[in-house]
């Protein structure tokens, strides 16, 4: 087996040492919000009488809950929150807004090969929709659609970039740019970037808090009533009444239709307990850059960026001139569990310390002011799927797989398409018709997922080549990756 780039290119013990000295356990974009939209709203208490119920309170059930009062302004929405609007994974990723609706054409057009072209069509409408709404509903969400840089980090990665490349040009694409090493030098300077394809419209950057914080805003002054430290512990349709029962320890929603928009965790659908598991992903953001250090690194047209590994970082500037920088670490725990203490991993911070400076050595000195980690809903099918329940009265969307940010708002139309029994061209479609394979009980869901991470190490190390269990992985169409 061979060595990757950085564990070829290490930098000294004491850079990274001293760039997490001082680092705060805590999470930059929610730090970064104004005092205005960080105020506490009431919990639940008695009984509320509504036509749509939404559970959960990040991006998926706050577009459901402004696209539903959109559409009809009379709707009585309420919408419990657990704990507080955009907390979790809506608060906590990498900002990265993808027009893909499958987690990347590739993945797309091995699963759904006959309407590919209209899942692209379908995502990029959906980020003009999204990069509209900050006109249309007086949002500021830091915007900026720069396109992603998807960068070769390994010669044998190179050869990947010309087949993308490639494939865009049969299809007449004329928004995918290949750069080759100088070329992507002087988009973006680092040593370890050896070519790249630049997707100059199918991708944006945003603040992930903000957005939450904006839809929150939106909804309310919609008419939406947000109720958060309200976790629901039950949901009940058996009643005489027909309502959509559920019930917290201090209230009650009975609504006509519900919505379950809870993401990482355990569904209140029996059907969908092994639909997800929940893997952490690991952050850091810099100190803002000095003027010099802006200068020595480039970064002008601030694209997102992605290496092509399988355990792979992503990095992107900050309106503020910081730069986060995540990935690599993917961690399952035994069990399937979410857990705030699983955030705390020192080892997964260095690493990715010891590769920012790998990746950027020109800016050795910088230090992390910030340090996070998250769960990350992840479906053997590596994107959203969703459905309904209990007689068509409840839909629900789960499953993003790390790439969601702009698929909740996709998958909150599709769910309120699902609910009102309408026939578009989103619930036509396979993706939105079929079920993914759920994961398998413990302990086979822990020791499959560990070898497969494994196995996707390996690969890294040996030119890309996949063993025998990735290749039956993507023979059976299962996935698993960082």
Known sequence: MGTTVFERRRPAASVIDRSLADTRASVFWLDDLPADATRARPRLA???VADLAV????????????????????????????????????????GFCEASLTHGRENGVNRWPDEIDELDRLGLANL??????????????????????????????????????????SRGDDTVKLLDEH?????????????????????????????AAELARVAEEAGVEIFEGSPVTRLDTAGSTGAVQLVTEHGRV??????????????????????????YDYVLMTEPLSDEQRASIGWANRQGIGDMANQFHYSRPTRDGRILYGGYDAIYHFGGRVRDAYEDRPESFEKLASHFFTTYPQLE?????????????????????????????????????????ASTRFMAETMLDLLAG?????????????????????????????????????????????????????????????
Do not use: C
């Open 46 to 48: 008695g009984t509320i």
């Open 55 to 94: 559970v959960g309170g990040g991006y998926t059930g706050l577009w459901t809950a402004v696209l539903a009062k959109r559409a009809n302004p009379d709707l009585h929405v309420v919408l419990l929150e657990a704990r507080r609007i955009g907390w979790a994974a809506s608060g906590r990723n990498g």
């Open 128 to 169: 003009d929709a999204i990069e509209a709404s900050e006109a249309e509903f007086g949002m500021d969400f830091e915007f900026e659609r720069n396109g992603a840089l998807d960068v070769a980090i390994e010669p044998h990665q190179v050869e990947w970039l010309h087949e993308a490349a490639a494939d865009a040009a």
């Open 183 to 211: 070329q992507v030098r002087e988009e973006v300077d680092s040593p370890t970037y050896l070519g790249a394809i630049w997707n100059t419209r199918t991708s944006a950057i945003l603040h992930p808090a903000k957005l």
């Open 254 to 279: 009975d609504a006509t239709r519900a919505v379950l928009a809870t993401n990482v965790f355990p569904s209140l659908l029996k059907r969908n307990r092994l639909m997800t598991v929940p893997v």
């Open 365 to 405: 000195g910088l230090r992390f002011t910030h340090k996070w980690a998250g769960a990350i809903d992840t479906s053997t099918q590596f994107t959203a799927f969703t459905g309904l329940a209990r007689d068509g009265r409840v839909a629900y969307a789960s499953g993003f797989t790390g790439l969601g940010v």
């Open 422 to 482: 309408r026939d578009t061209e989103r619930t036509r479609l396979k993706m939105v018709q079929t079920r993914p394979l759920p994961f398998p009980p413990e302990p086979a869901a822990s020791l499959g997922i560990n070898a497969t991470r494994w196995s996707l190490d390996r690969a890294d190390h040996d030119g890309g080549r996949r063993n025998m269990l990735l290749k039956t992985l993507d023979a059976l169409g299962l996935g698993f990756d960082s």
